[in-house]
């Protein structure tokens, strides 16, 4: 659960802006996704391999 801490004089719309940036830090919507559909782990295990081989490419500079 977010609380925001807001004063009595500050702007609904600072508030808002404050929620929103907890929301996205707490990456709730991320985990939502991720719970959408189930992937087996030997899939999540390829894709970071994949992605750290594409990381590392990037890094050589072999891809442009």
């Known amino acids: 659960m977010l609380i925001i801490d807001s004063k009595d004089c500050e ?24 719970r959408q559909s ?10 970071e391999v994949l992605k750290a081989v594409y990381k590392q490419q990037l890094a050589a500079g072999k891809l442009d």
Do not use: C, G, H
């Open 38 to 47: 189930y992937t087996k782990p030997s899939v999540r295990r390829r894709t």
């Open 11 to 34: 702007n609904i719309d600072k508030a808002l802006k404050k929620y929103k940036k907890k929301f996205e830090k707490s990456r709730v919507l991320l985990q939502l996704r991720e």
